[in-house]
Nanobody, 122 residues
Framework: QVQLMESGGGLVQPGGSLRLSCAAS????????MGWYRQAPGKERELVAD???????NYADSVKGRFTISRDNAKNTVYLQMNSLKPEDTAVYYC????????????????WGQGTQVTCSS
């Protein structure tokens, strides 16, 4: 089986920083896109940022200039550096990875982590 394990969430003051990590483990042949999504109470889950296996990044407008996504392909790990945090960033952050479990697979399939809580409050 495949498991995505997130870490790094916590409580910070406005303007503070956190670094999230997500490591994929188990039966994995290759990973295409990895990303971070978040969901605040009463709101829909939204894309925060994602990154391709080649390093191309994409960010939500609300986090551009503040968050940075990166990955270590050798470790099957994706990171999200969050700076200048705002109260509106408060949410559960979920790791996502589109991956193949075998070289025989013709398509990538999505897997999700359990989520990690990020709270920004004064």
């Amino acid at each position: 089986q495949v498991q995505l394990m997130e870490s790094g969430g916590g409580l910070v003051q406005p303007g503070g920083s956190l670094r999230l990590s997500c490591a994929a483990s188990g039966s994995i042949f290759s990973i295409n896109v990895m990303g971070w999504y978040r969901q605040a109470p009463g709101k829909e889950r939204e894309l925060v940022a994602d990154i391709t296996s080649g390093g191309r990044t994409n960010y939500a407008d609300s986090v551009k200039g503040r968050f940075t996504i990166s990955r270590d392909n050798a470790k099957n790990t994706v990171y999200l550096q969050m700076n200048s945090l705002k109260p509106e960033d408060t949410a559960v952050y979920y790791c996502n990875a589109d991956l193949k479990r075998s070289q025989l697979s013709s398509k990538y399939y999505p897997y999700w982590g359990q989520g990690t809580q990020v709270t920004c409050s004064s």
